[in-house]
């Protein structure tokens, strides 16, 4: 009986919180999972928008317990050929088409399966294959049942060529700021962002910096993140997902910038 | 024990998600319903719209598991002396204002109950109806109590004048495509519809649609649907809940529309 | 275990709902306190602004059950040294920030009991304490564990010099109207309040007003809100949280209003 709460089905969709689409996949969980708590940890990811959603996936995910099964749909092929895939990674199940959408996190993985699932359902609709076929897969994994395909090998699964950090902004928050695919992790405090051409350096919390500085800083998952004190960096800035963002070859790594000049430009 | 896992309450509203509507009637659900799963499929049905409500309710709660509760809230007369009702239509319960919401659904279905609650609780608000009155309803039923009230013949709830179908948008997704009223199981599929001046035929899957083609297709909920290929129809075609859709005069079926002239008309 | 069902978690925070925030801090959440259940009661408090939080949290905390645990990150100064604090008043649990947040809650409450949490996660992050300071302590919480740090005076809370009452806006609806931080119990429903210029008297509900009349009610909470009859009036007269409404001195007590001159002034 604990088994089952210690399994939570977590989802990443660009579904939109409103609409009949995330509570039409609620409910075919609770039905093939019953006891499983659900909860949605991105509801609007850029709509079909695959690569930005392969760069949040590894660093939103990586907070949610071990054995936690992730159902992920950025699925513009729905009804085509793209097959459906789950994965194993450190511990985690992952649950989606095979579209790209798991490639950065298998990449980075230290251990990894894959499973092509050819279970198809009773009834299948053509256009939505979250409710339909990825949500009673993942009911399958959080009841503790084996994927409902054969294993094959990392490798056969579509694996875009994309780079391993990516320097764009992927995600625009509620609070204004800008996410973007580079894990600060290996980004020098020293460095000097360009975006939308302003320049910003790091600081490390908010309560750090100056009314209405542009500053970047490594945010709760890991990742480069673009922030205006007391503001809203994505309107100021016009800020968009795919917006690319640069290490600074005006300011060398250490320039002191001032926070007027930072945002004015 | 199990019993309880298999009822659901699924939520149909205007309330919007942000807001703190939604969240106190949950919070009466789980307080009267231990243990029963609460899925959201609307939140954002179109405000004070009984009609297009009506519409969407049969095609958006067939999917629900049997012995499901629905909380439907669509209830512009709340506070007047509009009644309290109880529906079973095909094994589904449905709670909610007795206005109208629920005259489609039980016009279509093959067996149907419905129940006047007198029952009122302690406390009733003048305005929110939806947490005080509706909820404590639907959790009694999703606890295997009987309605809190007495029989009455289905015919003595208010029935609207309205159509079997309707050939209006009734909602407006969040991919920008336009849910229409039609059910698409007796439309033709070499059907042409005319929707705010242009032309769309149908296809079956985006997969099969050309850039920028606006076409019609039966969604998973079975109702016709306007899309345009990776597009947004709603702001192009500028549609709103309410306009409608015909069947094409110019365009006899079976016409082959060029994609482009299909969107620019 | 029917303990466990009798508490629940209702969460307070400026977080929107899209975006991966509320997300991560439910699956915390459901992973220290399995079979608890969670609701979302605001989830767009007006961003950063601790003060109609604060006037917002007593009545919309009021109708929840007996030991519910209100988790509540309104939080502008998350990573600074503002301290983390539990407070009960009146049965109920509250946790979230020493910031001013339980101020009102406290000054009204019947019974108050406050802590200083001095308990930390191995790992915290700087910007989201919501998800990884809060979130647990709400957990031990709803397991009936104590609060994890010492108790203190009450009085040694961060306590602004606030108003009993906030005669201004603290919240816009998705309906259009307009919540205030004035609690309608202790104001005559004679009393005529101006705002954006115009003037609106008392109605009791939505069913006895004129189409396009301004009026203002009690809510469902308590509160006095402005509304326009079949209307949007914040859209209408222009309103934003922090708009001030007044008593009226050009219109005494008991003048009748004109429905189209209360509107267009």
């Avoid at 980075?108 to 092509?116: D, H, L, P, T, V």
């Avoid at 902004?169 to 302003?198: M, P, Q, W």
Wanted: a negative charge; aromatic letters at 10%.
């Amino acid at each position: 009986m604990l088994r089952y709460y210690y399994r939570m089905i977590a989802t990443f969709t660009d579904f939109g919180v409103p609409g009949p689409y995330l509570g039409q996949m609620h409910a075919v969980l609770h039905r093939e999972a019953p006891g499983v708590p659900v909860v949605d940890i991105f509801t609007d990811l850029p709509a079909f928008n695959i690569r930005a959603a392969a760069y949040l996936l590894p660093a939103y995910s990586q907070y949610l317990p071990e054995n936690n099964v992730c159902l992920c749909v950025v699925d513009p092929g729905v009804g085509t050929a793209r097959r459906a895939t789950v994965v194993q990674c450190d511990g985690r199940w992952y649950v989606g088409p095979d579209n790209g959408l798991f490639s950065i996190l298998m990449r980075r993985a230290s251990a990894a399966q894959a499973f092509i699932i050819d279970w198809r359902p009773g009834q299948l609709s053509s256009s939505f294959h979250g409710r339909d076929l990825f949500a009673p897969i993942a009911a399958t994994l959080a009841r503790s049942d084996p994927p409902p395909g054969k294993e094959i090998e990392p490798v056969q699964l579509l694996t875009p060529d994309w780079p391993q950090d990516l320097a764009e902004i992927v995600y625009l928050d509620h609070f204004g700021n800008a996410i973007t695919g580079l894990r600060a992790s290996g980004i020098s405090t020293a460095s000097i962002f360009e975006v939308a051409g302003k320049l910003c350096g790091f600081r490390r919390i908010f309560g750090e910096v100056e009314h209405g500085m542009l500053f970047w800083y490594e945010n709760s998952n890991g990742l480069v993140e673009i922030a205006l004190a007391e503001g809203y960096a994505v309107r100021e800035l016009g800020l968009e997902v795919g917006t690319a963002i640069r290490f600074s070859v005006k300011a060398p790594p250490g320039t002191p910038l001032h926070p007027r000049q930072a945002i004015r430009g």
